[in-house]
């Protein structure tokens, strides 16, 4: 904490510079401390959950021998949530433009969208595009354009994927409309004062600084979505939880396979959550002192 | 950004008109020259229930396989029902593939042309004839109670009446308690009078409660014979409670919504299936995976109502 003054005199110490580094190293400690007591009891909770499973009657040998395949299942769970976080961000992106727009229609649309997507089961959901896309694709070959009604022929993963998407994009543009209306208002007047178009004003001051704010809970909606991506299997999409029940079932190992199953959600969300916090760390290097 | 703007106007009209002239052949106007043409018999089926359909101990793709990556191969399943369906789509000269939807979506019907055929144990009803055609059964389930093995109180299924039972959801076991069950050709004899029916996704989720213990969430599970005893097999605390409660006829099923005509594909299958009883391999099948021969009873069964 030295300044040099022009004049050439010797640098200025400043008188309370120790006192300073002193709180600073103390704060530093305090922390650690805290992070020691955190992780004890975390190894107590460890040690608990693995005390209840120890009285479990499973074979810990018929999971060590079957967790690759639980694995493979793991690929399926990561690709569908993945893409289908992807185009959700999209949906809710459009989503929330269009809710906080003056254009009537693009409100009424998102309105409704969200309305009836939110207020309806994923499962249902699913079943719906799964069974009905077709029957409109059929009315549509019907109609003699053949080629547009083979689009709505869905397979099981895509069908997956758009369900998904429809489902967190509604949710998601709950979430993004809060983050857009964070941004204090006096911003977009100072854009539009010098002279820049609606679009300009969203993508150069209020996305970014939003962005912030949003991904958290985009977070918390990838980590939501990646175990309610399990629904998926009643299509038959060999993902976690379809594998885990159907070994599950072939060798009576219900609680096994579970576990396994339970555990390799787990990591994936853990390996989520540590993703979001780089992010998060990242968004915020602009607002650190 | 308005050049962005145009560029994907373009693109998005382009493949507009690209898809609605995309001159499609004339496609095949029925199921059997569609399945022979693909080279693939698309089978529904649900590897949950042993022995009729189950994952292989050591699971491998058949080689050269005509599946698509989404469909499992015969090296990846096995099963009474798993070599049923391989032998029928033998006796077709084309390879069987097969993909798992839920249940729900199989007697729903609707199929979309995503699979051709069901071969999955499924009984032949009345309902079900609404939303799917039947081939000629290729055999019989016996329905049966289990009941906790430590108890004494029951002797017979109508000991059972008035209390909770576990039985899969939608299935004809359902049916059965709430005596709505018909099944053709059958005269059924409701013996368990207002029971409580608690309804579960499948059969081994409620058998997995029965063992629990008795009485603790079930008295008893109606499933199928077969599946109660593969449990017992597997060293399970259950027990059998008397005779079987009735016979089901379970035949291959195909969608009544087909946009192609499956009524060609209906009849050579039920053929083939005629065939497999004459010579005897449906009964092996049924020795070596349901150990009884429960197959002979399905031959005389006259299905041809149901194709129609």
């Known amino acids: ?289 | 950004m308005k050049k962005l703007y145009t560029i994907m106007a373009v693109i998005l009209a382009a493949a507009f008109i690209l898809s609605a002239c995309g001159g499609s052949p004339a496609p095949a106007k029925d199921l059997l020259s569609e399945v022979k043409a693909r080279g693939t018999l698309v089978i529904s089926t649900d590897p949950a229930y042993p022995p009729q359909s189950e994952l292989k101990a050591n699971p491998a793709r058949t080689p050269g396989t005509k599946c698509t990556s989404d469909q499992k191969t015969l090296g990846e399943l096995e099963g009474f029902d798993i070599d049923t369906a391989a032998a029928i789509a033998k006796g077709l000269g084309v390879e069987p593939c097969w993909v798992t939807p839920d249940w729900t979506l199989i007697t729903a019907g609707n199929w979309a042309g995503r699979w051709d055929i069901s071969v999955g144990s499924m009984t032949i009803t009345p309902e079900r004839a609404k939303a799917l055609y039947f081939g000629q059964p290729y055999y019989t389930t016996p329905a049966a109670a289990f009941v906790y093995k430590t108890n004494t109180t029951y002797k017979t299924p109508a000991d059972l009446s008035g209390k909770k039972i576990g039985v899969c959801g939608g299935c004809t076991y359902e049916s059965f308690l709430n005596g709505s069950l018909v099944v053709p050709g059958v005269t059924i004899n409701f013996t368990i009078k207002n029971a409580t029916a608690k309804t579960y996704d499948t059969d081994s989720t409620a058998l997995a409660d029965l063992e629990l213990g008795d009485g603790v969430r079930l008295d008893a599970v109606i499933t199928a014979q077969p599946t109660g005893q593969a449990e017992i097999n597997n060293g399970k605390p259950i027990k059998q409670l008397g005779d079987p409660l009735y016979i089901e006829y379970l035949g291959p099923a195909f969608d009544r919504n087909s946009m192609l005509d499956p009524h060609s594909l209906i009849a050579a299958v039920s053929q083939i299936i005629a065939g497999l009883h004459k010579d005897g391999t449906l009964s092996k099948l049924c020795m070596q995976w349901e150990g009884s021969d429960l197959a002979a009873a399905a031959a005389t069964f006259d299905a041809s109502q149901f194709g129609k």
């Open chain 1, 1 to 289: 904490m030295t300044t040099e003054n022009f004049t050439g005199a010797p640098p200025l110490v400043d008188p309370h510079q120790s006192m300073g580094e002193g709180l600073v190293a103390l704060q530093k400690r305090n922390r650690f401390i805290q992070g020691i007591k955190v992780t004890a009891v975390w190894a107590g909770l460890i040690a608990l959950v693995t005390g209840g499973m120890l009285m479990l009657r499973i074979s810990p040998a018929y999971m060590l021998a079957h967790y690759n395949v639980i694995l493979q299942g793991a690929g399926t769970t990561l690709y569908v949530s993945l893409v289908s976080i992807a185009s959700a961000t999209m949906l809710a992106l459009l989503g929330s433009i269009s809710r906080l727009s003056s254009n009537p229609i693009a409100q009424g649309i998102a309105g409704f969208y969200v309305s009836l997507v939110r207020g309806t089961p994923l499962l249902i959901q699913i079943y719906l595009i799964y069974l009905g896309l077709p029957q409109i694709g059929e009315q549509i070959t019907q109609l003699g354009f053949p080629a547009i009604g083979k689009i709505f022929i869905l397979d099981a993963v895509p069908a997956g994927i758009l369900a998904l998407s429809l489902n967190y994009g509604a949710y998601m543009t709950e979430i993004f409309r809060a983050g857009l209306q964070s941004i204090g208002y006096g911003q977009r007047e100072a854009a539009i004062a010098l002279g820049m178009t609606p679009l300009q004003v969203m993508r150069r001051i209020i996305l970014p600084q939003a962005i912030r704010i949003i991904i958290p809970d985009v977070g918390n909606q990838f980590i939501a979505m990646q175990k309610d991506s399990a629904l998926v299997s009643v299509m038959g999409v060999w993902e976690i939880t379809y594998i885990a029940n159907r070994y599950a079932r072939r060798d009576s190992k219900y609680m096994e396979m579970f576990l396994v199953a339970a555990a390799a959600y787990w990591i994936l969300t853990i390996l989520s959550s540590w993703l979001q916090g780089w992010l998060e760390k990242r968004m915020a290097q602009a607002y650190e002192r």
